[in-house]
DNA sequence: GTCATTTCCTAGTGCGTCACTAGGGTTTCC
DNA sequence: GGAAACCCTAGTGACGCACTAGGAAATGAC
């Protein structure tokens, strides 16, 4: 029950552009840099964000990504639905077709609950809302270091 | 962001378990053919669960499976947890050496915060739960039919 | 106008995991 | 003794993941 690394490098990657996007376009290869990933893959992820609308792309020398609309209008669940698609724990809850008893299944209406919970948490997080934690504790925006606060 | 076969069969056995196992063990075989699984699959994936102590096994001739314990005291949580591992969306949520940037790193807390959300909804629903749910709907034993109510 | 920078597109690849299948051995009831 | 059941280990085909690779096209700086 894991989330790929293409969705967690898409996250990480508009997180980026919300930190640093406001003065203009943010070449791949930076923000592959900043966040420590590989920048040939990441290139690969933005194609998708970039045909759903997420993000606006500038073709060229000094160009880059932008994001297409405010921080706070775009959820963690958007970024995730782009590159891993539909938020479910089980195909037949996004798919009815998926399954050949999904009438009258019992366990279904637990992966029902579980997606609908999973939705709202996702949903409800915003790149705004992680821009405003990585102001509060500011080592967030660098790759590594910071203090050593593990529980 | 998917629970696998594993997770799901054996929710499905141990709901079945639930179920039928009132008046003494049952077969594999029967639990199989109940809810339309591999025989010999469903058999590894009872193994880990015999060996967590949620199922006691009776060996030999009308021997099989019996919850160890009543079924409002195993959660869908428990069962997950003994056949898929860890409750957790990535793993540095779970274990802290998996991701060397966990120490202010922003998204670790969408994570977090998910893994929290889903912990709480799978523990929540026991297999009491899902029989109670059974009974109201009766279709919901069998592996298909009943009404087409698709949404 | 050329050159460096950057996006864009397609294809390949090693690896691991998943969902089984297979072949037995051991225990127990009838 | 035989059938029914659990128990253990090993193999296997398919698939997806996480990249790597090789370019083509666009654009700004000079």
């Known amino acids: 029950m894991r989330v790929s690394t293409r969705g967690r490098y898409a996250v990480m990657a508009m997180f980026d552009l919300a930190m640093r996007g406001e003065v203009g376009p943010v070449p791949v290869k930076a923000v592959a840099e900043r966040q420590g990933l590989s920048e040939r893959y990441l290139e690969q992820l933005m194609a998708p964000l970039r045909r759903a609308g ?3 792309s500038v073709r060229g020398a ?3 990504y932008v ?4 921080p706070a209008a775009i959820s963690v669940g958007d970024v995730l639905r782009v ?3 539909p938020i479910s724990p089980v ?5 009815p077709k998926a399954c050949d008893r ?3 299944c019992v366990t279904r209406g637990i992966w ?4 609908d919970r999973m939705v709202e948490v996702l949903d409800s997080i915003t790149l705004a809302d992680l821009c405003a934690e990585a102001a509060a ?5 660098e790759p590594r270091g910071g203090t050593d606060s593990r529980a």
């Not at 994001?67 to 405010?70: G, Y």
């Not at 195909?91 to 798919?95: F, K, L, Q, T």
């Not at 504790?137 to 925006?141: R, S």
Request: hydrophobic content about 35%; glycine content about 14%.
């Open 54 to 56: 997420l993000v606006r």
């Open 62 to 64: 000094q160009g880059g």
């Open 67 to 70: 994001l297409a609309r405010s």
């Open 83 to 85: 590159v891993e698609g």
């Open 91 to 95: 195909a037949c809850v996004s798919d």
């Open 102 to 104: 999904t009438d009258g």
């Open 112 to 115: 029902r609950r579980l997606r």
């Open 137 to 141: 504790e500011p080592a967030a925006q």
